[in-house]
């Protein structure tokens, strides 16, 4: 007898959703909700991250504003050492072209090689051309299953 791997990669708890589906459309810059990454400061553990060795940022696209061609999606996780984000650095970006789903994976060493003493993560997310309109909601989540 074996035992199947889950197929439910990323749990949907309202924990873990960093913009809600009623938050609407999305015409320029922002960002979403951040989250803390556990950022240890004891003697001995000082600097160290509690946050799991990856996590996903899963966002669900629902509609996406393409018309005139020229709009364009970026979404960049960014890192921080406090809450507000007052020295935000760029972990990686990736390009939303359709709707559906986009998984953007993010491992505890790109969190600390992008910016040491990092605390906080989130999403930033910048449409540009025309009339650019993204409708998403979006959640940050340990990874299981397979």
């Keep these: 007898m074996s035992i199947k791997a889950s197929a439910v990669r990323f749990p949907i708890d309202a924990e873990n959703i960093i913009r809600a589906e009623t938050e609407g459309a999305l015409t320029a810059a ?25 996590v996903a ?27 507000a984000f007052s020295d935000a650095v760029s972990v990686l970006s990736a390009e939303i072209t359709s709707t ?8 505890r ?3 600390l090689d992008a910016l040491d003493g990092a605390g906080h993560i989130r999403l930033r997310v910048t449409p540009a051309g025309t009339t650019p309109s993204i409708t998403f909601w979006a959640i940050l989540s340990p990874i299981v299953g397979r």
Excluded: C, H
């Design 100 to 107: 559906g789903n986009k998984t953007i994976l993010v491992s």
């Design 109 to 111: 060493d790109q969190v």
């Design 57 to 83: 940022f899963v966002l669900f696209v629902t509609d996406l504003d393409t018309d005139d061609g020229d709009e364009e999606y970026t979404v960049e996780v960014q890192v921080a050492s406090d809450d």
């Design 30 to 54: 922002g960002n979403t909700a951040g989250r803390d990454l556990g950022l240890l400061s004891a003697y001995w553990n000082e600097g160290d991250l509690a946050m799991p060795e990856q």
